[in-house]
């Protein structure tokens, strides 16, 4: 293997293949608009919660589609299901929907690991 001079720290590695996408996938099934986003930041730049709190759904999108869940399920109760974010998406993803489907997802895996 040849040296760069550089390396990833194992703390910045993502595994995708190691990660659990079953949430991401779960969406998509329901929500097909989902697989439209472009993460571009329109629903995090007009949403009311994320001025008010670390919320950002397009933070909430990229690891959910990375599959790193813990974090989304710490802040998925966050949303307010306004719609804000949904009229200003230029994709027209439905983010109510995902975010519905999304919260569904995390109570359902709760339940099933009790």
Known sequence: MEEFGFAILKERHIDY??????IA????E??????????CGCCSATC???VFTRFSLRELNIFL?????????ENIRKCM??????????????????????????QKTEENAV
């Open 81 to 106: 299901l306004c719609g804000k974010c949904q009229l200003v998406c230029p994709r027209g993803v439905n983010t109510r929907n995902v975010i519905t489907l999304a919260r569904q997802a995390f």
């Open 48 to 50: 009311t919660t994320g």
């Open 65 to 73: 589609k990375r599959g790193e869940n813990d974090y989304v399920g």
């Open 30 to 39: 329901n929500e097909p608009t989902f697989k439209l986003c472009i993460e």
């Open 25 to 28: 996938e779960y969406i998509a």
């Open 17 to 22: 293949d190691a990660n659990d996408k079953s």
